[in-house]
């Protein structure tokens, strides 16, 4: 898939320069950049999401107790 991206003269240099300080293509900068914030974007949500949890059911488990259930002692 192609996607067209309209930046400003200095916002286009800067990229292109990042890019090649860190020798890498501005399509690998741009699709590495957009994945990293999706899964930023998501590990808050998921983060948040579990936090809700545990404030509803303040419950925690040592190691070994993990161990003994997952059956790993």
């Known amino acids: 898939m192609t996607i067209s991206l309209r930046l400003s003269d200095d ?3 800067l990229i292109k320069k990042y890019a090649e300080i860190n020798k890498m293509s501005v399509s690998d900068l741009i699709r590495q950049s ?5 899964e ?5 949500e998921m983060f ?13 488990y040592s190691l070994d ?5 997952l059956g790993l002692q």
């Not at 107790?65 to 259930?69: G, I, L, P, Q, R």
């Open 48 to 60: 948040d999401k579990t936090m809700a949890e545990y404030k509803a059911n303040p419950v925690t």
């Open 65 to 69: 107790e993990v161990e003994k259930e």
């Open 40 to 44: 930023n974007e998501y590990d808050l």
């Open 11 to 13: 916002d286009t240099m």
């Open 34 to 38: 957009v994945m990293e914030r999706i």
